[in-house]
């Protein structure tokens, strides 16, 4: 079950069987007036003690109507005004401490101008209102959370699970987003969506009723965020491969935790509680976010408002959020969550230009030039060390010392092409007659992918360590 799950009914009768299966905060609702379809919709005192009693954290959204169903009439600058005070008195009534968040939902893709301009006047006011009491949310699309961020009225962006709304994916890549809310809803033990945290935020203003500041959220183990790219959807198995029997169908677009690899075949986390789920076959996910190291969160802090943070990069940014330096496999995973690849036509990606920038690039920087070499010699100077500075992939035999008989994951696997040349890429896994490695210039982008030992096209050289 994912750690943060929200949901518009009184989560008090199902508090044990949530610890219990791993929830780590409840986000409830602060609004006018509950409907007589959802009359529990409010978070109240008692329920709000009842879970902090749990030994679980909260989180609250403001949401009377939201524009669901484009009612942008909720969101102009005199409703902004009057939620934002009808927040803080409900705030104030749970005892909600300062400096924790409370979120602002506006639940539908507004594109147009003029709704936009309204949104944001919308955020005005509630800032004026807040005035720095809480820390500001807004639960809804990519391009709102985008522009709300940029003129300062937010701290924080909760994406809202419909992905296809306008600049979700585009977000998704940064940093900027600190929640993403899952599709489908759950229904057992009671009628909820899931939440993931991203990695690249120490906490999300979540909060325990009466305590100082919110909640730090903890520091786990990196996961990559990927999307199910097969129109007629994707089998997750029970292991490895096609014999296995099929858990569940994820249909087109659904988001799900990647942990690691297996052969082609990806392990994965439907929940975000860092459990395997099962395994899909790698051909059929995209990256979609994530990626970040663990240590990234060492020592984070978070951004002043109304600064938005960083998105994180490899480059020098990247580097200082690390007590030392990365490995040059976190460096290349962090590249394979930025979907690196070659630009068709004339045109070349210009961070593939860039990994040239590290190498003597006598064959040119173009992106049809092969770059497997330049991509090891980038995550390799990012990481403090230096590489071969050379195009050439078996350049990298003389490199490092050779550990063939004890390979680990992220060592640098050297191929020669029979008759082409050759090819270097990180290590990832020994699998019999084939090696699974991540590198660049693998089917023309950054990823994961298995080359052979030993046969008419491939021939694993050594496998080198610095």
Not at 114 to 125: E, Q, R
Not at 185 to 195: E, R, T
Not at 227 to 233: H, I, K, W
Request: hydrophobic content about 35%.
């Amino acid at each position: 079950m994912h750690k943060v799950i929200d949901t518009p009914w009184n989560v008090t009768p199902h508090l044990p069987a949530l610890r219990a299966a791993g929830v780590k905060t409840v986000i409830r609702y602060y609004n006018r007036n509950n409907s007589s379809s959802l009359p529990e919709k409010r978070l109240e005192k008692a329920e709000a003690t009842a879970i902090a009693s749990e030994g679980l954290s909260i989180g609250t959204v403001y949401q009377q109507r939201g524009g669901a169903g484009g009612h942008i009439s909720d969101l102009d600058e005199a409703s902004g005004r009057s939620d934002a005070k009808r927040a803080l008195d409900l705030a104030g009534r749970i005892d909600q401490p300062a400096n924790s968040a409370i979120y602002f939902a506006v639940d539908h893709d507004f594109v147009s101008p003029s709704d936009l301009t309204s949104i944001k006047d919308y955020f005005a006011a509630a800032e004026e209102v807040i005035d720095g009491a809480y820390r500001i949310g807004v639960y809804g699309s990519g391009t709102v959370g985008k522009m709300l961020q940029e003129a300062g009225h937010i701290d924080l962006i909760w994406l809202a699970m419909a992905s296809g709304w306008s600049g979700t994916k585009a977000l998704l890549k940064t940093a900027s987003w600190a929640l993403h809310q899952h599709f489908p809803a759950l229904s057992s033990p009671l009628s909820h969506d899931g939440n993931t945290i991203s990695p690249a935020w120490p906490d999300f203003g979540q909060f325990v009723p009466g305590e100082s500041g919110p909640v730090l959220t903890p520091v786990t183990r990196p996961t990559v965020l990927m999307e199910v790219v097969a129109r007629s959807g994707l089998n997750l198995r029970r292991g490895a491969g096609t014999d296995f029997p099929v858990e569940m169908a994820m249909p087109f677009g659904t988001i799900v935790h990647a942990l690691g690899r297996q052969g082609a075949w990806v392990k994965v986390d439907t929940q975000g509680d860092g459990a395997v789920d099962g395994h899909a076959h790698g051909d059929f996910l995209e990256p979609v976010a994530g990626g970040f190291p663990a240590t990234m969160l060492a020592g984070l802090t978070p951004p002043t408002p109304p600064t938005p943070p960083t998105p994180p990069t490899p480059a020098a940014a990247f580097l200082s959020l690390f007590n030392g330096a990365p490995s040059p496999y976190d460096v290349a995973k962090a590249e394979l969550a930025l979907d690196v690849r070659e630009v068709p036509g004339p045109s070349s990606n210009p961070r593939i230009v860039m990994y040239h920038g590290t190498t003597h690039a006598w064959s040119g920087t173009e992106d049809h030039v092969p770059w497997c070499s330049s991509f090891l010699n980038y995550c390799v100077e990012e990481s403090g060390r230096e590489g071969t500075k050379s195009q050439r992939a078996l350049d990298w035999q003389d490199w490092g010392t050779d550990v063939s008989a004890s390979p680990r994951e992220g060592d640098i696997a050297v191929f020669e092409r029979i008759g082409k040349g050759g090819h270097v890429a990180f290590f990832v896994e020994d699998l019999g007659t084939h090696v699974s490695v991540l590198g660049g210039n693998q089917s023309d982008r950054v990823r994961f992918s298995t080359y052979p030992k030993d046969d008419a096209s491939y021939k694993l050289r050594s496998i080198r360590r610095a």
